[in-house]
């Protein structure tokens, strides 16, 4: 019996996907929801309900959450302060033919937290806020090109790298972007760079001086940057006349309630949030200092739904429970305790596995050098750790909802799915162990 006839452990799950596949396009709306990201037919595709760190799937399976709704969960699932403050507002309307002060309020809160936020303008997720960023960068600038690094949403003026023939995003986002729907006119309008690589970014500032509006990046991922990178990329921003955007839609409140930036003391001209600041409603924001944002008054950008009141409700009272509760002091320390723990647990069974990356981040790391058997090793793990109620790739998206008793039922998942895999090293037969496909590469990221 090969993989593909073997009995899904979640047939419900797999029901329903196959159902999706004939009504909607790809199956999912978000990539990173696609069961091809996890292990297929092991793991959970569609879940019923969620509750602080867990949540459950159609199945009646139970898991931890090491995703955290694709990080957009912060504070757990269904906090119940943030959601009471939402009901209420349901009952008080989620939108009008006016504006509601609740715009007001928020502006001024993220004025007040985020080092560069001098004025705000709102979104409805992270991809959309970072496309009103560029819009915004071109306008002040006049110029047309923009240089980037990392990954930043679906719209064309990022997916037009992938219009010249290096296939530009192939190690920011995922290999084999195609960029079908985009404007051929586009090619050579966004521009990569790597990270950690100022004289790279200095010389293609050089080779288009003049013309670049804008560097947006994410500032730091899993790992610190490099000593002296960030403020080296403002001052070559600053010398080129180009507006310096920090994209924060992942790292964000997670490491300061005043952003990356304040944590890392680098502070950009302008700054994309979205995901963890409402706590998984729709919200992004765009921040910056008022030399930028003004002029975003006599541009054309505009949308109803950008005064959903349920948005700014979930963040302001995701902003103020962040900060009332210490979330970043929180994440930090319980993701230091859960590096200690699953590097123990690795050196006492044997496995040559490490536990990297910041605390707030962190990521598993597999010391084998075949690539495929590297690949065949994450998908066993991932399977594995499913059956034992915990859901996620090799990497940990924290939220406050984490505690000991997920601390403790991870480790001992782990214990068990490090011998299976330490085991399927040695006897030379870990696709065998798989019983599903090897897993797709999720989002790569030149932000380590």
């Known amino acids: 019996m090969n993989k593909s006839e073997r009995k899904t452990r979640v047939p419900r799950s797999m029901e329903l996907y196959e159902r999706a596949m004939r009504v909607i396009p790809g199956g999912t709306q978000l990539i990173s929801r696609r069961p091809n990201r996890v292990a297929y037919g092991v793991s959970p595709v569609y879940a019923s309900r969620a509750k602080g760190a867990r949540f459950w799937d159609v199945d009646g399976f139970e898991y931890i959450d090491w995703i955290s709704g694709i990080g957009s ?38 004025c007040r937290s985020i080092p560069c936020a001098e004025m705000v303008r709102y979104a409805k997720c992270g991809g959309e806020a970072c496309a009103m960023a560029v819009r915004i960068a071109r306008g002040v600038t006049g110029r047309d090109k923009i240089l980037f690094c990392g990954y930043h949403g679906w719209h064309d003026w990022y997916i037009a790298a992938n219009l010249a023939e290096e296939a530009s995003l192939n190690s920011h986002l995922f290999p084999g972007i195609e960029p079908t729907g985009v404007p051929r006119g586009l090619a050579g309008t966004a521009l990569p760079f790597s990270y950690g690589n100022l004289d790279e970014l200095s010389e293609l500032l050089e080779k288009n001086k003049g013309q670049v509006a804008a560097i947006i990046m994410e500032p730091l991922r899993s790992s610190m940057p490099p000593d002296g990178y960030l403020a080296g990329v403002k001052t070559l921003c600053a010398d080129h006349g180009a507006i310096f955007i920090m994209d924060e839609i992942t790292a964000g409140i997670r490491y300061s309630t005043g952003g990356a930036q304040q ?8 700054a994309v949030f979205a995901k ?14 008022r030399e930028f944002m003004e002029p975003a008054s006599r541009m054309f950008i505009s949308s109803t739904y950008w005064s959903d009141t349920i948005g700014l409700r979930a963040t302001l009272s995701t902003l103020n429970e962040v900060r009332r509760r210490d979330v970043p002091g929180q994440l930090q320390k319980f993701g230091a305790g859960l590096k200690r723990g699953l590097k123990v647990v690795a050196n006492e069974v044997g496995l040559d596995v490490g536990c990297i990356g910041n605390d707030v981040m962190p990521m598993l790391q597999f010391s084998i050098d075949d690539q495929n058997l590297k690949n065949q090793a994450v998908t066993l793990y991932i399977q594995e750790m499913a059956k034992r109620g915990c859901h996620g790739y090799a990497s940990f998206y924290l939220n406050a909802a984490q505690g000991e008793a997920e601390l403790g039922q991870t480790l001992q998942a782990a214990r068990e799915t490090f011998i299976i895999i330490r085991d399927g090293i040695a006897g030379k037969r870990v696709a065998d162990l798989l019983e599903c496909s090897v897993q797709k590469d999720a989002f790569r990221r030149l932000v380590k």
């Open 276 to 289: 963890s600041i409402s706590n998984g409603y729709p919200m992004g924001v765009v921040v910056g200092k």
């Open 73 to 110: 969960i912060l504070l757990g699932y269904a906090d119940p302060v943030v959601d009471d403050a939402v009901q209420k507002q349901i009952c008080l309307g989620a939108i009008y033919s006016v504006n509601h002060e609740l715009e007001v309020e928020l502006a001024e809160e993220l």
């Open 263 to 270: 944590y890392l003391g680098v502070i950009p001209d302008m």
